[in-house]
């Protein structure tokens, strides 16, 4: 039933969004950006203005404008998409930097807090600019035309089918020998979300490509688990940050969270590509199934670990709130895909996790953090940097599988 309460279902789910775009809401600092907010929801100033969370804003704004009802979505997606141009955007070499300072005013290489480009910020440049573009927003299609154009001016792999990681030099120099799934896995939602918003079926199609390379390939090879971390030659890197295990965004060993994430996005492929290959969703099944037998072993398993080794031991036991998000929105793109009754299971199960643990009624948002008993923690993130993950999970199910963005 439409008005049904129960964690995950359309009315429960409605209802966490508008809370969620209200927490978010107050990241945004006129003329500066979208905020690190703490676990108060206030902006954090000693962190800088990231362009990541600075475009998931935009992006989440940007859906919201479409399909919620929050008054200022709409303004905050402009400003957004505004703002990408006039702060982050570097009019000298081109390109985006990775972080600017908190305060007003336009942004060199010589004062941006981090002058790196990095295809993983510069993926979700591509996606807040998609989102702007099927939202309507002024500018949005100029941004998108350049994001895209730099993506694949400076990241692409034309001959691989795959994305370089990053360039320590505002004027493109000092490319990192470094490779990694995660960028890449961006990268297939920034072409899957801009083919949707554009109709330019050629962006899904480099989505496939770097799909088949990384987890028909190399995940496949692994029993359907995902390695992280290559070389320069994309030569799998086992003990790659064995001395930063708990890193946000290349920790040691294999991420659970990620493999949902690479599974609802190959559910995602298969939606935006007919007559596409059968692993898609072969692949989207197994990743679903190795990560809620490894992550969620016991009945009353609160949370997945953020990370596990190359033998499914615990790495890294922080409980973040990301996977859970990204379990449920795996889960109902298995179920509804392939009309997997376990699948869906699953995702009443973990709904009702988020419900009992994460969702943090008091402070807003969802905890990003917990130990193993369900207690806030701050082991690997600090306060609540934004609500990317967490209003897309509400959002997506009600959404078509292939990133409609309501197109």
């Known amino acids: 039933m439409a008005d049904d309460p129960r964690p995950g279902r359309p009315a429960w789910r409605a ?10 809401a107050g990241s945004f600092l006129p003329g500066i950006g979208f905020a690190w907010l703490d676990d108060a929801g206030r902006p954090d100033p000693s962190q800088p203005i990231r362009l990541w969370i600075h475009a998931r804003m935009t992006h989440v704004f940007g859906l919201e404008a479409v399909h919620g009802d929050y008054p200022r979505a709409r303004d905050l997606a402009t400003a957004g998409i505004a703002l990408l141009a006039e702060r982050f955007e570097d009019r000298a070499h081109g390109g985006w930097f990775d972080a600017v300072p908190p305060t007003p005013g336009p942004v060199t290489a ?13 993926a979700f440049v591509i996606i807040a600019a998609s989102t702007g573009v099927a939202a309507g927003i002024p500018g949005a299609p100029a941004l998108l035309q350049r994001a895209r154009s730099v993506f694949l001016g400076r990241f692409w792999d034309e001959a691989l089918g795959r994305a370089a990681e ?3 030099g505002a004027d493109w120099t000092g490319a990192e020998a470094y490779r990694g799934a995660n960028a890449n896995m961006h990268a ?3 072409f899957l979300t801009t083919a949707s918003a554009t109709g330019e079926e050629a962006w899904a199609r480099r989505a496939l490509r770097i799909a088949d390379g990384l987890v028909n390939g190399e995940a496949r090879a ?7 971390h290559f070389d320069e030659r994309w030569r799998m890197l086992p003990e790659y940050n064995a001395g930063r295990r708990g890193d946000h965004f290349r920790p040691y060993g294999l991420t659970i969270g990620h493999w949902l994430e690479w599974g609802r996005l190959l559910v995602a492929l298969d939606a935006a590509l007919p007559g596409g ?8 099944a197994a990743l679903l199934g190795n990560a809620a037998r490894v992550g969620w072993p016991t009945p009353d398993t609160i949370g997945c670990p953020y990370t596990v080794d190359l033998q499914g031991r615990t790495v890294v036991d922080a409980r973040l709130f990301w996977p859970m998000a990204e379990a449920v929105l795996a889960a109902d793109a298995v179920a509804r895909r392939l009309g997997d009754a376990n699948a869906a299971a699953l995702g009443e199960r973990w709904w009702a996790d988020i419900a009992r643990w994460f969702v943090d009624r008091a402070g807003g948002s969802w905890h990003s953090e917990l130990d193993a008993a369900g207690r806030p923690a701050s082991t690997v993130w600090t306060g609540k ?3 990317y993950h967490a209003y897309q999970a509400t959002l997506f199910p009600d959404l078509p599988l292939g990133l409609g963005l309501g197109r």
């Open 15 to 24: 209802a966490e969004r508008r809370r969620l775009a209200r927490f978010a």
């Open 110 to 122: 010589a004062s941006a807090v981090e002058a790196t480009k990095s295809a993983y910020s510069h």
């Open 166 to 168: 990053r360039y320590a």
């Open 188 to 190: 297939v939602e920034a």
């Open 222 to 228: 692994l029993g359907w688990r995902v390695p992280e």
């Open 277 to 284: 290959p059968a692993w898609l969703l072969e692949g989207a």
């Open 385 to 387: 940097p934004d609500t």
